[in-house]
């Protein structure tokens, strides 16, 4: 599934699963590939890659207050543990087929972090989404933002 994915998209993916491993979760949802968006963009501050352009003039690079936001959405589970790759959600794998069909949209070959984003605000009851929205952040102006810099890098 992830062969079109960039080394940057595929580490937010293994981040997103870390995160639902340290919330004891079976699988892995959208509101997870959030928290994996954020910890690459915090990651590679010096040299953001598309997520961390857009999240961070958002003020949405900052992991604990995102975990807050997500831990008040979704529980922590006691006592799961597993070291089998954990699956994706019905609703993370929409966004992994939204992410694709977004970069099918705009002639990519590849699917990078802010394709991930375009995937995550595609259903606007997601937890992700309704993480974002809690936040103040509005969501049409994140897919308006990551449309507009995937355009530019697309000239180059």
């Known amino acids: 599934m992830y062969e079109r994915f960039t080394n940057r998209a595929c580490v937010v993916m293994q981040m997103a699963e870390d995160e639902a491993r340290r919330l004891n979760h079976h ?18 501050r010096k040299r953001p890659g598309v997520a961390g352009k857009i999240l961070r003039p958002l003020g949405i690079l900052d992991l604990r207050k995102i975990r807050i936001e997500v831990e008040k959405a979704v529980h922590s589970s006691s006592d799961f543990s597993s070291k089998d790759a954990l699956p994706l959600t019905p609703q993370a794998q929409h966004v992994v087929e ?4 977004e970069a099918d949209r ?15 605000l595609h259903d606007q009851e997601s937890v992700a989404a309704q993480v974002l929205q809690n936040m103040g952040i509005a969501l049409w102006e994140i897919r308006e933002n990551v449309i507009q810099l995937l355009r530019k890098q697309g000239r180059k």
């Open 27 to 44: 699988s892995i949802g959208t509101e997870h590939m959030l928290l994996g968006l954020v910890k690459e963009a915090v990651r590679t």
């Open 98 to 101: 939204h992410a694709i069909e």
């Open 106 to 120: 705009l002639k990519e070959p590849v699917i990078g972090t802010g394709f991930l984003i375009l995937g995550l």
